[in-house]
């Protein structure tokens, strides 16, 4: 089971980054796709989901009407678009299959490898 993050980089603050997370090993139909994001000294947090099957989505409000997540089932692949970025969005960013909608850490049953987000002032 993997899941292989990319996207990425660095950014000036007010610009933009897609994240992408390519899922392989296992069928994920089943589940739930999120993104969760830790900054330095700080908590993992969750950021956003959507269910592979129905599409649904679910977000944190600091990444609500600035962030989307969408998936492509073809390419087993979530994208999360990331727009107004700001320096405090700054963070490695998590890919992580989980069983339930809700933003729950300990939801989580795979986790991707982190893709690091630098946004400057």
Do not use: H
């Not at 994001?37 to 908590?43: N, S, T």
């Not at 129905?54 to 990331?82: C, E, H, P, W």
């Amino acid at each position: 089971v993997q899941l292989q993050a990319s996207g990425g980089g660095l950014v000036q603050a007010g610009g933009s980054l897609r994240l992408s997370c390519t899922a392989s090993g296992r069928t994920f139909s089943n589940y739930v796709m999120g993104w969760f994001r830790q900054a330095p000294g700080k908590e993992r947090e969750f950021v956003a989901q959507i269910s592979w099957s129905s599409g649904s989505t679910y977000y944190a409000d600091s990444a609500k009407r600035r962030f989307t997540i969408s998936r492509d089932n073809a390419k087993n692949t979530v994208y999360l678009q990331m727009n107004s970025l700001k320096p405090e969005d700054t963070a490695l960013y998590y890919c992580a299959a989980q069983s339930s909608f809700g933003g729950r850490i300990d939801s989580v049953d795979y986790w991707g490898q982190g893709t690091q987000v630098t946004v400057s002032s």
